[in-house]
């Protein structure tokens, strides 16, 4: 079986073959992670390994939390991307504790900005859930 992956949005988007997976759980929701990117925002992947890609996926802004190393607040966000190294992040090249950054929107109406990819959350073989803070 072939799975294909429409990505962007209604004004931009492409068709990406996804790779096969080895059982039919994985397949759904390879398929299932396609529908849900539709509703998704742009966004930049930046590696701590080098390099950078524009991905696209769901931001859910959770508000502040403590930082407490600094005494400090930061806003604090859930982001969902396809778990590939194509169209998201793969959950294989992922470094976490902040070395690896998404830059996105902090709040609707600021700036873009950089900001670190603290925890990855939660994994399937369609969709990853980073904390990003």
Do not use: H
Not at 65 to 74: E, H, N, R
Not at 92 to 118: C, N, S, W
Request: hydrophobic share 40%.
């Amino acid at each position: 079986m072939n799975l294909t992956a429409r990505i962007g949005t209604p004004l931009l988007s492409m068709v990406v073959a996804l790779p096969e997976r080895e059982n039919d759980f994985d397949n759904q929701l390879l398929g299932d992670s396609e529908q849900f990117m539709g509703v998704g925002v742009d966004m930049i992947y930046k590696s701590s390994a080098g390099g950078s890609r524009n991905i696209t996926g769901v931001i859910d802004y959770e508000g502040e939390d403590l930082i407490s190393a600094i005494d400090g607040v930061t806003l604090k966000f859930i982001v969902s991307v396809p778990n590939n190294s194509t169209t998201g992040i793969s959950s294989d090249e992922i470094t976490e504790g902040g070395r690896d950054k998404i830059t996105i929107q902090p709040r609707i109406g600021l700036t873009v900005a950089d900001r670190p990819i603290r925890n990855m959350l939660g994994q399937d073989a369609g969709m990853l859930q980073l904390e990003v803070g």
